[in-house]
C-alpha cells in the first residue's frame, strides 16, 4: 500500500489532508514540523511527502533539502499560499515533484499525489529492468581467458582509440563493446549499435550518415544518422565487413577528418564518437583478397580483442548455464533446484560451435520443458545430447607407441568434431596443418604396406 506523509505544523490541516488521502486507500501518517519528519522517515520511509512550505523552525524547503539527501528516492510535494508560488517554484528545481496552492482542492491534491506514485513506480520498475539486462548481459567467467580479456577491456575503455572486436558469431563481441561503453569516459552519452548486415546496402548510408528532405523517393523528412544520434558517445558497427566499398570510403572519411554530410545534404557535420566494431570474419583474409579496404582495417584496428570460443573456456560452462537457468526460471515464474549430474555432463561434453548463444538458447528450452525440479539430460537439446552418448575418453595399454597414441587421439577428435579440423586443432593444442600432415604420413604408411604386401617374394 502507498505510503504518505503529511508535514505540516497546524494540527487541522493534518487531519484534513490524511482524511483525504486514506479515501484513496492510500497509507497515511503525520508529522507536525520538519523534525519529527525526518525522524518518521528514520522509521519508515514513505512513497511521497506532502508538506507545507511555511512552518517554524525548519520550513518546507529546508526539510525537502534533507530529504533528497537522505532519501532521494522520496517524491516531495509542496502545499503554498498564492503568494509563495515563486519560493516553491525555486523548490521544484531543487528536487520537489510538485506544488499545490492553498486553498486545497480535493482533486489536486489527491492527482498531485497519484502522480507522484506514478512515477516512482516508473522509476523502480525501470531501475529493476535495469538491474534484471545488466544481470542478463554481464561477461560471466573465471577462465583465464575471460580473465585476460576483463583486464583488456578495462585498459581500452578509457582511451577514445578505435576497437575492433574478432570472434565467432555467439561469443559476446556485443556485450563486450557495452562493457567497454559502460566503463569509458562516454558512459553518460549514447552507445548506438548498428548490425551492418542486418541493413539493406541502398538504406545503409542513410543509416549511419542521415539524409536530408526529398533526398530520395520517400525521404519525406530530415533525418539524423547513427553518427548524429551517438554524439559525444560510442558507435557500435557491427558485422562491419558487410559493408560496400562505397560505404567503407565514407566511413574512413569519417574515421580519418571527423567529417561526413547526410545523403543529400551539402553541410558538413562533425563526428564526435568513438567506434567500436566487430565481426565474426578473417578480416586480414578479407583485405588480402579486396573485399575490405586496407586502409580503414588499420584505422578500425587501433585495439583489437579477440573473442574466444566457449571450447576454449570450458570451465565457465558451468558458471554460465547457471546463470541462464536462474534468468530464465525467474523470467518463466519456475522453480528448478539446479542441473543434474548427468545434465551438466552433457553440457561439457558438447562443442558449442554456436558458443555463449547456443548454451543460452539451450538452457531457455531446457527450462522451459523441465517438468521436475531440476534439468536432466533430457531436457536439453537432441544435438546436446547426442554428443553426450559419443565416446568422449580414450584408453591405451601401458607401452603403446607414442604414434599410434597421436594418431587415435587425432582420430577421435576429428571424429567427435564431425571432420572439423581447425576445431580439432584448437581443442588438442596444436595446428590444422599438423593434422593435414599426420593424415598425409598415414596415408602414406598405409600405401607403403600395401605395396610391400603384393610384392613378389625373390
Known amino acids: 500500500m502507498p505510503h504518505v506523509l503529511v508535514v505540516d505544523d497546524q494540527e487541522a490541516n493534518r487531519v484534513t489532508l490524511e482524511r483525504i488521502l486514506r479515501r484513496e486507500s492510500w497509507e497515511v501518517s503525520q508529522a507536525e514540523n520538519g523534525n519529527k519528519a525526518l525522524e518518521s522517515i528514520r522509521d519508515s520511509v514513505p512513497d511521497v511527502i506532502v508538506t507545507d512550505l511555511k512552518m517554524p523552525g525548519m520550513n518546507g524547503l529546508e526539510l525537502l533539502k534533507a530529504v533528497r539527501t537522505l532519501s532521494p528516492e522520496i517524491e516531495v510535494i509542496l502545499v503554498t499560499a498564492f503568494g509563495t508560488v515563486e519560493t516553491a517554484v525555486d523548490a521544484m528545481k531543487v528536487g520537489a515533484y510538485d506544488y499545490v496552492t492553498k486553498p486545497l482542492k480535493r482533486t ?83 552507445l548506438v549499435t548498428v548490425n551492418c548486415g542486418a541493413i539493406p546496402e541502398g538504406l545503409i548510408e542513410s543509416e549511419l550518415f542521415g539524409h536530408e528532405k526529398g533526398a530520395f ?29 562505397s560505404i567503407q570510403v565514407k566511413l574512413l572519411r569519417v574515421l ?45 584496428n587501433v585495439i583489437q580483442l579477440k573473442m574466444p570460443a566457449l571450447f576454449e573456456r570450458p570451465d565457465d560452462i558451468p558458471l554460465l548455464a547457471t546463470h541462464f537457468l536462474d534468468f530464465f526460471s525467474q ?23 554456436g558458443n555463449v548463444r547456443e548454451l543460452q538458447n539451450a ?46 587421439m587425432i582420430t577421435e577428435t576429428m571424429r567427435q568434431c564431425e571432420g572439423d579440423r581447425n576445431l580439432a586443432a584448437s581443442l588438442l593444442g596444436i595446428t590444422a596443418r599438423t593434422i593435414y600432415r599426420r593424415e598425409a604420413e598415414w596415408t602414406q604408411d598405409s600405401t607403403g604396406d600395401a605395396e610391400s604386401d603384393t610384392t613378389p617374394k625373390a
Open 108 to 190: 489536486e491534491i489527491v492527482s498531485a499525489v497519484r502522480k507522484a506514485l506514478e512515477k516512482k513506480a516508473l522509476l523502480q520498475e525501470n531501475k529493476l529492468l535495469r538491474a534484471q539486462l545488466e544481470g542478463q548481459q554481464s561477461i560471466i567467467g573465471n577462465s583465464s581467458a575471460i580473465r585476460l580479456l576483463l583486464e583488456e577491456i578495462q585498459q581500452v575503455a578509457p582511451s577514445d582509440a578505435s576497437v575492433l572486436l574478432l570472434g565467432d558469431s555467439g561469443t559476446g563481441k556485443g556485450l563486450v563493446a557495452r562493457s567497454i561503453h559502460k566503463i569509458s569516459q562516454r558512459s553518460e552519452k549514447r
Open 217 to 245: 523517393t520517400g525521404a519525406t523528412t530530415r533525418k539524423a544518422g547513427r553518427f548524429e544520434l551517438a554524439k559525444g558517445g560510442s558507435l557500435f558497427l557491427d558485422e562491419v565487413t558487410s559493408l560496400s566499398p
Open 256 to 300: 580519418q577528418d571527423g567529417e561526413f554530410e547526410r545523403v543529400g545534404g551539402t553541410e558538413t557535420l562533425q563526428s564526435d564518437v568513438r567506434v567500436i566494431a566487430a565481426t565474426n570474419l578473417n578480416i586480414e583474409k578479407e583485405v588480402e583478397e579486396g573485399r575490405f579496404r586496407e586502409d580503414l582495417f588499420y584505422r578500425l
Open 331 to 353: 523470467k518463466n515464474s519456475r522453480q528448478i533446484e539446479g542441473l543434474s549430474p548427468e545434465a551438466l555432463d552433457a553440457l561439457m561434453a558438447h562443442a558449442w560451435p
Open 363 to 408: 538452457m531457455e528450452r531446457a527450462v522451459v520443458l523441465c517438468r521436475g525440479s531440476r534439468i536432466e539430460s533430457t531436457d536439453l537439446p537432441s544435438a546436446v545430447r547426442k554428443d553426450h552418448s559419443r565416446q568422449r575418453s580414450l584408453t591405451f595399454t601401458i607401452g603403446t607407441p607414442l604414434r599410434d597414441i597421436e594418431k587415435l
